[in-house]
């Protein structure tokens, strides 16, 4: 017998049970975005490698080690989006959409990084995202945050913390680089090499590590709250003033830092200790110079993108209230099924017919009809008399003719 094939690790099916739930989290969002008057935006899967190392930054693991990239056959570089806002952003350039004017975005779609496989880490996910553009206000951050904090709400998901902090503008860190760069080069030896060629080309990066050791010499390096302008500083304040008249609880946490090179400004990120190490479900912040570097003019913008698999390990069972007729007849009466789940399907019912339950003694129909998860049965007695029995309570059967209906 021929080997079967599997799904590729860290890719799943899924079916519809744990369907109920996704649906219901991609209705919640998306039903939230449009109250929120955000615009619905897909971009394509596969964009150009360049697109990823420009954004991102070369220097990033998602960019070095992550992304799912291959040569076409005509020899262009292609990688699937490890994430969304870049595609936002190249999009929004291409067809003239940010120059000028405020946008609102949303999408929802899979991503992919070749990661360890493990809990809350796969390596197709799926993220939502809400990208603002056009908008140097503090109002764009305090919206994307009440935005989140609504949907945990709507979803009923307690002990989500929100963790803030601010990277300042692009001198302060150009400052803060110059100071780190200095603090760490005499340590250099306690580095990898790879930390080694991170500490030359993008030192920053080496804040977002996921090592031990570094995280242990950075204890005692330069701290970014050093840095910051009398702007930035007040810039941070003031958003910390809106999030308490809002009443909105957030811990300000000055080694948040972004794996992504594009943020400046205000990051934030909400976590759970539900999950274990994979505990963050959702992260932004504002990034000002990402449509000027990949060749727009000058945007502001922010945006925030949240992790669908961790969300949904949170959420309880959501079982939608059943809406569903199946339809069922004396056995020499099925010719009748068809001609009338055709007319109740006009009318907008939904309606089911079971060709795995071939007919048969109605009893037996019947018995088969109450383990689906259909709410009534319609049976077709004859042309002339139906019976519509409730299939999930006990309320009464209601006898009646096709006149009647
Ligand atoms: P982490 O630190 O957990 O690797 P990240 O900083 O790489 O997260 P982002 O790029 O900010 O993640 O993506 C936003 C959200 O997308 C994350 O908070 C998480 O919920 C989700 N996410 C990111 N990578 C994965 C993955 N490999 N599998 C499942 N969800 C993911
Ligand atoms: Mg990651």
Redesign the pocket.
């Known amino acids: 017998m021929s080997q079967t094939l599997q799904s590729i690790r860290g890719m799943h099916d899924l079916f519809s049970d744990q369907l109920q739930n996704w649906l219901h989290l991609e209705n919640t969002l998306q039903q939230l975005a449009t109250h929120y008057g955000y615009q619905p935006v897909r971009t394509p899967i596969l964009e150009k490698t360049e697109l990823f190392k420009r954004s991102l930054g070369q220097d990033t693991d998602?960019v070095e080690k992550e992304m799912y990239t291959f040569e076409d056959r005509n020899g262009d570089l292609l990688s699937l989006r490890p994430?969304g806002t870049a595609s936002c952003v190249r999009a929004g350039i291409e067809h003239g959409q940010l120059h000028n004017q405020v946008q609102a975005w949303w999408y929802l779609g899979p991503?992919f990084?070749r990661?360890r496989p493990q809990k809350?880490?796969?390596?197709q996910?799926h993220?939502f995202g809400i990208e603002l553009f056009g908008s140097t206000e503090l109002s764009a951050e305090i919206e994307l945050i009440a935005f989140a904090d609504q949907l945990w709400e709507q979803l009923e998901l307690k002990d989500i913390t929100l963790h803030i902090n601010t990277l300042g503008n692009q001198t302060d860190r150009q400052r803060y680089r110059t100071a780190l760069v200095k603090f760490l080069t005499p340590l250099r030896d306690q580095l990898t090499p790879d930390e080694q060629t991170r500490l030359e080309r993008n030192p920053l990066r080496l804040l977002d590590s996921k090592s031990p050791s570094v995280q242990a010499l950075l204890k005692k390096a330069p701290a970014i709250q050093d840095y910051l302008s009398p702007e930035s500083v007040q810039r941070y304040d003031t958003l910390k003033q809106h999030l308490s008249d809002l009443n909105i609880t957030y811990q300000d946490n000055p080694s948040l830092v972004?794996?992504?090179d594009y943020y400046n400004e205000a990051v934030f990120?909400w976590t759970t200790d539900a999950l274990g190490a994979?505990g963050?479900?959702?992260?932004g912040g504002r990034y000002d110079t990402l449509v000027e570097q990949l060749g727009g003019s000058s945007t502001p913008a922010v945006g925030f993108?949240?992790?669908l698999?961790?969300?949904l390990e949170l959420m309880k069972i959501h079982t939608p209230q059943p809406q569903q007729l199946v339809i069922l007849s004396e056995p020499n009466e099925s010719t009748l099924i068809a001609p009338l789940a055709a007319q109740l399907r006009h009318m907008n019912l939904q309606c089911v017919i079971r060709t795995d339950f071939k007919g048969g003694p109605l009893k037996n129909q019947l018995k088969r009809a109450h383990n689906t998860q259909a709410a009534w049965a319609l049976i077709l007695e004859s042309a002339e008399q139906y019976q519509i029995k409730p299939l999930q309570t006990h309320a009464a059967t209601i006898t009646c003719s096709p006149h009647t209906l």
Do not use: D, K, S
């Not at 809350?120 to 390596?123: A, F």
């Not at 963050?280 to 992260?283: D, F, H, K, P, S």
């Open positions: 998602v994430e991503m990084r990661e809350g880490r796969l390596r996910f993220q972004r794996g992504l990120e994979q963050t479900l959702c992260a993108a949240l992790g698999e961790r969300t």
